[in-house]
């Protein structure tokens, strides 16, 4: 028989794409919740490699059906930012103990619409250098530059604030559009004040047993918008951290269906060579009550939201292995938490509103924590084989 040379293959597959979407056929996707507890809105990842023996061009032609042939929302995420996605995603609902079944096939590419989307994310020049993003449950902005020398309300803050929404469709153009994002007309508004304190799990780094934070962000980029994953990153200048002089890059991301964001801060030692301990804070409230978990990582707080707004609880939660301890300063409630060798801290935290309709009080927000740690302990179990 004779050989049939390596360019002369390429030639007939190049030729004939639809051969070579026939031979890969489809890929089936088993996922296994090995937790005794419900898991909502879970966020499965298949990265390129994953997915490769299907031979798409790219992640945005490949669909996932579920069991019943259903075709899922997903999403191709680019988490380096090359242009090229190298992530896929897709949400599913887990009861306690279940193993579900999917299957993967390469298609056209997806077009979305509008409704489809429940995470968005954006920088806003024209309200002092806002970056807010949202999903279908909560929503935040922290702050850049143009905000420190604002003539009327100058800050100078890294903090996250939150904005409390009772509506799981975006609002984040429409509040910066009305300019009335301080009243709630049915939909939410921005009810709580962070000022120079670490907010919603804004965080810094300590060191001389105080907490050393940067200013306000110089850059942001985003890399990933929805429909399920808002993925961004804003930079930092240098600052000091006791003996270091740091600069950052923080990396947040937000998926549909969840209360609490990841957030991520990449440092970068400009001088001195101590390793360091990232504080993660809670801004303080009058009357509030809180209880830190230490075996599974988590600091839970409530509290009274002013004018008569109803309550909130915020939350941090950290991988236990790494957590230093619970402390607090002047202004928060702080965990602390070991940065890794690579410099990396990484940590979720994020609240919820009672009047949202998803946790009516301290109970069930403490419930709801606990649940997605003891997930992010024990991801769901992914595997996959050709079918």
Request: charged share 25%.
């Amino acid at each position: 028989m004779p050989r049939i040379g390596r360019i002369t293959i390429i030639a007939i597959v190049a030729a004939c794409p639809a051969l070579l979407s026939a031979q890969v056929g489809t890929l089936a996707i088993k996922a296994v919740n090995r937790l005794q507890i419900a898991r909502p809105s879970e966020t499965i990842e298949l990265s390129s490699k994953d997915l490769a023996a299907l031979g798409a061009k790219d992640l945005t032609m490949i669909h996932v059906k579920d069991a019943a042939g259903k075709e899922l929302l997903c999403q191709a995420v680019d988490t380096d930012g090359d242009y090229t996605p190298d992530l896929l995603i897709f949400q599913a609902d887990f009861a306690a103990g279940e193993t579900k079944s999917f299957t993967a096939s390469a298609g056209s590419p997806r077009v979305y619409t509008k409704d489809q989307f429940k995470a968005y994310g954006r920088f806003v020049r024209e309200r002092f250098d806002d970056f807010a993003w949202e999903n279908d449950r909560i929503a935040h902005r922290m702050y850049g530059k143009a905000l420190e020398t604002w003539v009327r309300e100058p800050l100078t803050s890294s903090t996250v604030d939150i904005w409390s929404k009772r509506t799981p469709r975006p609002v984040i153009n429409e509040w910066y559009m009305a300019d009335n994002y301080h009243t709630d007309t049915g939909e939410g508004a921005d009810l709580y004040s962070a000022g120079p304190s670490r907010g919603c799990g804004g965080n810094g780094l300590w060191a001389e047993d105080k907490l050393w934070v940067s200013k306000n962000f110089v850059h942001s980029r985003v890399l990933a918008n929805g429909p399920i994953r808002v993925l961004f990153e804003l930079s930092y200048e240098p600052f000091q951290a006791g003996g270091n002089q740091v600069a950052e890059v923080k990396r947040i991301s937000l998926d549909a269906g969840q209360n609490l964001d990841h957030f991520r801060s990449y440092y970068k030692l400009q001088s001195g060579s101590a390793s360091l301990t990232t504080g993660i804070g809670l801004k303080k409230a009058a009357g509030e009550v809180k209880e830190f978990h230490a075996e599974n990582g988590w600091l839970a707080k409530w509290e009274a939201m002013a004018k008569g707004m109803g309550n909130q609880g915020l939350a941090i939660i950290v991988d236990p292995k790494t957590l230093v301890r619970q402390i607090e300063d002047n202004l928060n409630l702080l965990l602390l938490s070991k940065v890794g060798a690579d410099n990396v801290a990484s940590y979720r935290a994020g609240f919820c509103w009672d009047k949202s309709g998803q946790c009516a009080d301290f109970a069930a927000w403490k419930a709801y924590v606990d649940r997605f740690a003891q997930g992010l302990a024990s991801p769901i179990q992914i595997s996959i084989s050709d079918k």
